[in-house]
């Protein structure tokens, strides 16, 4: 129970929820190549990878408040991302995994904002995954319905260039998933899965590694990749997630590092926050 409460205490923060809209442009961008230019802003060109143009009407009406210029709720995401990339930085990870004891909880709002976030902070990229392959909506808050997806990329001879995109956001680049699969355990614990994982973490020293996944207690997906992230964020939903699932999840996950839990839809006021 003191596990919990210390869990629950530490992590007074977002809210969030999901719809679609917005239009999408093809332009010949440069894949993933950084270019620090011994400065200490990170700079990436695309030349490979497609632009999906997210206009702000899209980035309010789907709520990637992290996008939008003095939002409220700019700051919060802000600080949620200070205190996991000083985390991942002492402990040298890159990569984590946003889940939610259950379904419900705004675990991928949660994971695009926070990724939005990272790539905001000039020092960092972040390579957003959507691995939720049971129900697969990470592109939805983008706006877009692209034609292939991770699931297509485990299963198929398809290059991640021919899915990746960027959301018209600086230093972001999104890898969705587009069709739901039943052998999501299956392929997670695949070793294309892993392999993935090895060369995006390798590929750029400053990229950050975020990955939506199935909540914990709903499929094995979570168990499955486990060993193939550094590090976990759990979701819970403020008057809806019960303690005993925030327990049954953590339990699960004993074995790995969860650096945090983000309380969600919370009534406080954000200046109750802090």
Known sequence: MERIKKAVARAEKEREKNIPSST??????????????????????YSKTKTIE????????????????DHFLQDTYGMLRTRVLQEMEKNNWKSIAVTSPTRGSGKTLTAVNLSISIAMDHSHSALLIDADLRRPSVHKYFGCNPGAGLSDYLTEKISLEEILFNPSMERLSVLPNTISVRESAEMLGSNKWQSLINEVSARYNERIIVADIAPVLHVDDALKIAKTVDCWLMVVENGRTKREQLRQALDLLSEFPVIGTVLNKSERKVADRY
């Open 24 to 45: 999408s442009r093809s332009v010949n961008e440069s894949s993933l190549d950084q270019d620090l230019n011994n400065s200490s802003e990170l700079s990436i060109d």
């Open 54 to 69: 997210v206009d702000m009407a899209t980035r309010e009406s789907n709520r990637l408040v992290a996008s939008i210029p």
